[in-house]
């Protein structure tokens, strides 16, 4: 299995990961691998996106502009 080896990582950001990794119950070191896998695994937010099928032009989802609208402050 691979290694990674990530540097020059700013304090605050170690404590961080620490303190996310203890509140789940698990070592810093399995914590990083657990968001690793969340930011990468392959059903994430921009893929499902991507997914969405075409329903129609930006013309069908246009604001009507002919309905005045009265408005009292």
């Known amino acids: 299995m691979a290694q ?3 540097r020059n990582l700013d304090d605050e950001l170690v404590r961080q990961l620490k303190r996310r ?4 119950g698990r ?3 399995e914590e990083h691998r657990q968001i690793l896998r ?3 695994r392959s ?10 099928p075409s329903v129609g032009t930006d013309e069908d989802f246009a604001r009507q502009s ?3 609208r009265d ?3």
């Open 4 to 6: 990674l080896v990530v």
């Open 21 to 24: 990794a203890a509140e789940h």
């Open 27 to 29: 070592s810093a070191e």
């Open 38 to 40: 969340s930011a990468l």
């Open 43 to 52: 059903d994430g937010l921009a893929e499902r996106l991507l997914a969405i």
């Open 66 to 68: 002919d309905l005045p």
């Open 71 to 73: 408005l009292e402050l």
